[in-house]
Every structure is written in structure tokens, then in C-alpha cells.
């Protein structure tokens, strides 16, 4: 039996997950997780990156007083686009921001008036969002940020608290590739690009393929935490592609949905799928393992219900996970849709209320109960999962037999049903763990106990209880596509 640790951040948590490979059979235990709460500064919004690279070492302690005194390795995985700077002595400057701070607002409508959109896509094939790397650093560069000017370095934030871990600064393509600063055909990052935007250029280190070694822990880290020698592995860094590999897929072609504070819905592709009707879809082509590219589109996920949830605390509203399923089932279905992508949830002060005013707006029922709003997300979220669904099938000119489902969301019985049902196709949900596990894997392929990615998927199926759930009432969920589609037709 051989373990590995993996450290797997989210926007909202984060966890230490140990996996042990026996034969064709892998088991995971969790042995740490920490909440992951930015931090709001003067109109700013942060992470809280010594916290987090804090409880990774807290992690290394737990995990070897839990009895795991023999690591393999260990890797790490995190959501994309955030970075940190080094100044010349390798130091960190300031907190890196969140992809939601609002320093990024106007900004990719500003750069748009300057290089023409399909110019951007064509070099890049990454979709437009408004907090990709690129637009962060404009933000940084029109700001006149001293912390641009003193940078030597980027690092992304897997990358970073590897670094932190390691000492050596290293640059991993899955994260990368989400910069929009890369060109998906050579893997590296695209300097005529970087020219054309005066930015600096020595700031991008040329990015590793996933599972490159990437050194050991230093040996003071190693005294804190008490272990010696433990080698880490530059896994995929992106949690989305970890989250892919983990697909517990057998056909080659298929769709995935990973589901947590993003729902991101495609499906894997040998290249970069770049012309006009993609660029149309906003759809994206992020780097995956063994050359492969993430064909697929985010759609704002529990983020919505998330951001209630953080509302309804506050006002000691409902409380438990149990009191929100029941609250939903007791509300009246499609009583109002919205388009979980509107731009209005990007970063609202107040979620329900936001989506009351959205509601209003296009004159419809106005939500008014937690049950009743979050039926409204949960139906939308399911029938906008279908919209983006035969947007990528329309793109490849492939028909999926159904939908696999991996990560937190999958956990939610109500909302792989209504996917079902929006998709008159099956959803499989799990494993649960998606990007933990991806993580794991990739370790093992990198030390040779796993052989390739079909090996590796077929350790998935062996290993994790995967739930069927067949697709009912197809008919009123085909009235309200049609209806989501009249509403929101882009
Ligand atoms: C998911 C994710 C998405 C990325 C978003 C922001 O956790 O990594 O793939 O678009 O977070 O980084």
C-alpha cells in the first residue's frame, strides 16, 4: 500500500485527503479542513493567503499524527486565475486578491475596444471572464501598483503555496493555461501577448506539465511539521482539472459536470476546439493532463446558494443543510427562472435580494422564502446545465449518453435530479472528492503505480459509489426550457 496527500482548496474550504493505493483500489481519509474566508479590506476583497498556507502546514501535522508517517508525496490544487507577486528577493508582496474584487470591473470591456475579441480567443482560446489573470494585471498595471512594478515573479496560488512549501518557484500549465495569457497549442505562455499588453515579461516562468517533481519540502517545514524528505509533486494545479481527471468515464467521448462553487460543464478533447462558434459560445479551451484540453464553460454554481446561506445567517434564517432540502420541496416549482450567469451575481452585497430585484426586472414572480428562492437557482442552475450541455455537443458534434456529476454539488440529491430531468438524460454523481482524488492520481501516475488515464479511471469506478439517477417529469422541464430559453437567449 503506498499514501500520497493531497491538498485540495476551494473558494469556500479547503482539506488535507490522503489517498492509499492497494492494488486496483484507492481509499481516501481526510485528515484536516479549514473554511477559506476572504477577507474584505477597504473596498477590496483578499484571500487570506498565510492562513491557508497555516493550515497546509496544519495538514502535514494532522496527517502524520493520524498515523500517515510515510508520504509518498504530496500536491496541491486550487481554483485558477488568482496570483501572487515575488519582488527580487523572492518575498511576497502584498495579499493576492480575489477573483472577485472589483478592481477587475470594466476593465476586459475596456481591453476589447483595443484587440479585437476574436483576436484574443483565436491566441488564447480561453473564454472571457471578467476576472481572468490577464485582466487583473491590467487592472494592477492602469492602478500604477507598486507591487507590478517591484514583481519579479507571478506565481498562481497553487503555485504559490508550493513555493512556500518548497522554496523553488515553479510554474504549472493546467493553472496556466486559465491566465488567458497562454497559447494552448505550444503550452506556454504567449510573449507577443505579453508584449503587445506592456507587461513584464520576465514575470512568467515557462509552465511544467502536470505531474513534474517540483522538489521536497524545506527542511525547516519539514522540522515544524515533522516529516523529512517529502517530495511534491506539481499536480494538475487547476482543481477543475484535477476534478476532470477523476471522471469516472469508461467511453472516450463524454461530459462532466464538476460541481461546487463553479458548476464547470464540457467534456475532454485531444485539441483546442478555437473558431467562431466557440468564440460565440464563450466557451474555453483550458489545459488538461497528457496534452489534452478542457473544452467547457463555467456556469455560477452554488456560489448563488452559498452566498444566501451567508445572508440568512447572519439573519438566523435557515440553518441546516436538511431544513434548506425541505424548505425547497415544500416550494412551488418554476415559479421563476434566472439565468445564473447574469453579470448581477458576479459579487452582489446581498444574494436573495439580488436575485428578487432580477425577478422584478423580467417581470416575474418575485421570490420571497429561502424555500422559494433556492428552488429558483436550483431549477435555473439545472436547466441552464442543459443550455451549456448542447452548446459543447453542437461544438464537437457529439451526442452524450448522459452527464457524469463530481464534486461537492453532486452530494445534492435535489439538484442531480432536476439535472436529470432538464437533460431528459441520466446524471451519475460522484465521486464526491473529484478534485482530491484527481489530485491523488495524478501523484500515483507521476510515481508510476498508476499507468495512464484509463488505469486511472478505472481505479475511480473501482473504488467510489457512483448514484444513477434517471431523468422524470421530462415534459413540465421541457415547457421551462423553452421558457428559460425565450428569457435569456444568450
Ligand atoms: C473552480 C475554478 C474554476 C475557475 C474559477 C475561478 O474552483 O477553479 O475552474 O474558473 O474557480 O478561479
Avoid at 6 to 19: I, N, P, T
Amino acid at each position: 500500500m503506498v499514501n500520497t496527500l493531497a491538498f485540495d482548496l476551494g473558494a469556500s474550504s479547503g482539506r488535507a485527503v490522503v489517498g492509499s493505493l492497494e492494488g486496483d483500489h484507492l481509499s481516501i481519509v481526510d485528515t484536516h479542513r479549514f473554511p477559506n474566508e476572504p477577507v474584505h479590506v477597504q473596498g477590496h476583497m483578499y484571500w487570506d493567503i498565510l492562513r491557508l498556507f497555516h493550515e497546509i502546514k496544519q495538514g502535514l501535522i494532522a496527517t502524520r499524527l493520524k498515523g500517515y508517517t510515510e508520504l509518498q508525496s504530496i500536491g496541491i490544487d486550487t481554483w485558477a486565475v488568482d496570483f501572487g507577486l515575488l519582488d527580487i528577493n523572492g518575498d511576497l508582496l502584498g495579499n493576492p486578491y480575489h477573483y472577485r474584487d472589483p478592481q477587475t470591473d470594466g476593465i476586459m470591456e475596456a481591453l476589447l475596444k483595443r484587440v479585437p475579441r476574436s483576436e484574443l480567443f483565436q491566441q488564447t482560446g480561453i473564454q472571457f471572464l471578467p476576472f481572468n489573470t490577464i485582466y487583473q494585471l491590467i487592472a494592477l498595471k492602469q492602478n500604477h501598483s507598486p507591487l507590478l512594478t517591484q514583481a519579479r515573479t507571478l506565481l498562481l496560488i497553487p503555485e504559490l503555496l508550493r513555493y512556500f512549501l518548497t522554496g523553488k518557484k515553479i510554474s504549472e500549465w493546467t493553472v496556466a493555461s486559465t491566465s488567458q495569457l497562454c497559447n494552448p497549442f505550444t503550452a506556454t505562455w504567449d510573449h507577443h501577448l505579453i508584449e503587445y499588453l506592456e507587461l513584464p515579461h520576465y514575470l512568467f516562468l515557462k509552465p511544467q506539465q502536470p505531474g513534474s517533481p517540483s522538489g521536497t519540502i524545506l527542511p525547516e517545514i519539514a522540522a515544524e511539521v515533522g516529516y523529512c524528505e517529502l517530495p511534491v509533486i506539481a499536480v494538475a494545479e487547476h482543481d477543475t482539472a484535477s476534478a476532470v481527471i477523476a471522471v469516472p468515464a469508461q467511453e472516450k467521448d463524454f461530459a462532466y459536470l464538476s460541481c461546487g462553487t463553479w458548476s464547470l460543464l464540457g467534456t475532454e478533447v485531444a485539441a483546442p476546439v478555437i473558431n467562431q462558434q466557440a468564440l460565440e459560445l464563450n466557451i474555453t479551451n483550458e489545459g488538461g493532463i497528457n496534452g489534452s484540453s478542457r473544452l467547457l464553460k463555467n456556469v455560477t454554481g452554488l456560489w448563488l446558494i452559498q452566498e444566501c446561506r451567508r445572508i440568512w445567517r447572519n439573519e438566523g434564517l435557515i440553518a441546516t443543510y436538511e431544513e434548506e432540502q425541505s424548505a425547497i420541496q415544500k416550494a412551488e416549482p418554476f415559479q421563476s427562472l434566472i439565468n445564473p450567469d447574469d453579470p448581477m451575481f458576479i459579487h452582489p452585497i446581498d444574494m436573495p435580494q439580488q436575485i428578487q430585484k432580477y425577478c422584478s426586472e423580467t417581470n416575474q414572480v418575485v421570490p420571497q422564502s429561502p424555500g422559494a428562492l433556492l428552488r429558483c437557482i436550483i431549477e435555473s442552475l439545472a436547466l441552464r446545465y442543459r443550455f451549456v450541455l448542447e452548446q459543447i455537443e453542437i461544438l464537437t458534434q457529439k451526442d452524450f449518453r448522459g452527464l457524469h456529476m463530481v464534486g461537492g454539488g453532486a452530494q445534492n440529491a435535489i439538484l442531480c435530479q432536476y439535472t436529470a430531468n432538464a437533460l431528459k438524460r441520466p446524471v451519475w454523481a460522484g465521486p464526491f472528492e473529484g478534485t482530491a482524488i484527481g489530485n491523488l492520481l495524478v501523484q500515483f501516475l507521476a510515481s508510476g503505480h498508476i499507468r495512464d488515464m484509463q488505469h486511472a479511471r478505472s481505479i475511480v469506478r473501482n473504488s467510489f459509489s457512483i448514484e444513477t439517477y434517471e431523468p422524470t417529469d421530462t415534459e413540465v422541464w421541457e415547457q421551462a426550457y423553452r421558457r428559460f430559453c425565450t428569457l435569456f437567449s444568450a
